[in-house]
């Protein structure tokens, strides 16, 4: 018989338990949703922009100095 998990699943914001069901849902309340979004406005979440691989860039030997020798 295979038994099924069951996961605890918790708000981001206040850490309460949290139901699928829950209109909210990830969030426990609409109150927790509207701080998150306030995080996003305020820059205090943020996305960082993908890392540039340099190993696949060919080296053109300037060190980036001035030509004025």
Known sequence: MAHKRS???QCPTCHKPTTRQNPDFPFC???????DLGKWASGAYVISSPLRDTS???DT??????DDD
């Open 7 to 9: 996961l605890k699943l």
């Open 56 to 58: 696949d860039v060919p």
């Open 61 to 66: 030997g300037k060190t980036g100095g001035s």
């Open 29 to 35: 309340s609409a109150r927790c949703r509207l701080i």
